[in-house]
């Protein structure tokens, strides 16, 4: 008999993948399914990044350097260096969406089952990146109950062994949309140094930050260059997810250079979307002021509204474009199907993704569900409003 | 202090890369560099294919499905039921790349430290995915003074342990030239099946056949559908490398919800890319027309110019666009090297891959090269004169 291997097997399927039937059900009903379960926002390509492909002028594609166009680069140094992270081109590497980074950072800086602790809830698709590396994640667990800030630093010691390699953190966090501080961004420093650890730093979401916060990037603590990476991606950026380009940024060189090696034997990152996200640096602050005050509104309606229903809990995001809401009942994902298989409200019912996938600790996050605010405010107000009558009656 | 893991640091580096800075120095000396090294090809990718891009009417570069846009699948499957390749799209997962599918399929079907059986001399980027993957190649030698033909299937079974999953063919060959005839697949066929082993057949060169040869594909095998996987790329079939679009194409169904599960993770293979392969599939008859007899004009100068000269050994490729030449000299890496940085004729040079690098048996190959005919036949002319007038004068 064939058989597929044991990480094949204990792969895991995207949390929301279990739903996707009922969603199809659902419309096939004649619902109209309101996503608040996904990332893939509305907003528009900056122009300038699509009339790039317009403006093209090549016969043949060809293959890129394998850390990526030298231009764009050296442009996305220039583009670091505006937010205050100082780095030179030969610290990045393009990589095929932010994902490739993460994957490379693993290959590079840690064996099998070594281990690294995340604060959960976190980014499913960790999970998906340290069975593919085949090293673990440790969960150490934040709480809604203060809006997901960073675990006290004696819970992250409580966890460190002889296996552990690195702490990554998503900072704005998806799913939770906390932003981390400096003051937390230093403490972090405090505890990889201590423990001669790796700092990863997911800084996806790093444009979307609110009322007047800003963002505070690993790269910027000093006398660590060694122990950060960066990951980046210019998917909710410039919102063109399907273009897969992303970064691995970083001042150690030793890892540099064996991500590199990783990146040549694939040859290369998609020489298209490279020239999409080169252009796209060219947006203007228009842009970005724009897209700002489009999140910022569906922001706050969405979660004043979600916390004006009785006994929702939802934490005012500082970040990303995501929160995590607490709601009365017991098995979210029961909820989320009954809300797809049973429940309607003017002919509409939501999609929403059930948070206990974003945790590792079993049964963590059991009354609570993830929302993405990537919908127009209309859509997110009809939500609003189906959730509110689903509650009334949902009997669990 | 901080390590790297020991993956990483044995991550083997592209067998070129030592080269490049003697190709980079010469450049800078005013010498002209011809790269018979790579395989990137100065054919043009089909017009339907880049005015794709132009004709592109979308205001968000959104994700597509992680298995791949459905019409493109759809169109993949039409492809392969026209050259005997009976799939329905549902047997299709687009990756990023080749690389990616072969990557997946390690993955899905491989424990780390289990076994795969590749005859060498093999594309040196497999040792970087079995890095990856943690899993192990064992090579099976095919000998130039055969043309590399499969190796007796004797000389497989003397390899097989426990720990072997999989075989795996490159069909038409990289870097060889081989194209595998319908009794060699079928031999494999048999030893796959008496082993109960997977096929992993990557035949991303299928439509680089010549002298009226055609392809036989692993996928044309019957009652072994669980076991055969196909790995697929448009990259050279369309010359589009950068758009870093491949396939995993297998009737295993396990596999296929396997590798999307990783697919998911990663979220989406490069949607623009996805767009230009789709319309390629559109380029007709005459598009294959020029480019085979571009290429066939090409192979037959440049193998038979190279036999012409003395003590030089070129088996005459029946795929593909790469031949293997035996050298009289002792150490291909030193010659190579010494060509760029000691050797001009007529103020420019060649740059050649020392073979070595695509064996995995320690020794062999030292006195090959491999080259990529995909250079017009003017620098191929001079390439030649430049190996003949450097043999001359080289003392080793």
Redesign the interface.
Known sequence: ?????????S????PI?KLVPYAEAAKKKGLEVFHLNIG??????PEV??KA??N?N???????HSAGLQEYRKGLAKYYKSININVSYEDILIT??G??AIIFAF??????D?EVIIPEPFYT?Y???A??A?VKIIPVTSYIENDFALPPIEDFEKLITAKTKAILVCNPNNPTGYLYSKEEIIKLKELITKH?L?LFSDEVYREFCYDGQTHYSAMELEGVD??IVLFDSVSKRY??????IGALVTR?K??IN?AL??A??????????QV?GQESLKAGKEYFDEVYSEYIERRNYVINALNKIKDIYAPMPKGAFYSILRLPIEDAEHFCIWLLEEFSYKNATVMLAPAGGFYSTKGAGKNEVRIAYVLEKEKLKKSVKIIEEALKVYKH
């Open positions: 008999m064939l058989k597929l291997s044991e990480r094949g097997s792969m895991p399927a995207s993948r893939q926002p509305d907003i528009k390509t990044g699509l492909l317009k093209l090549i016969k043949t594609i060809e293959y890129s095929t969406g994902s490739e290959l590079a800086t840690m064996n099998p070594d698709n999970n998906g990146f069975n593919q085949g001669n790796y060694d122990n919102s063109e997810c399907g273009v897969r150690n030793d890892i064996t090696k990783y040549q034997a694939r040859l290369s990152p998609p020489f298209l979307g999409v």
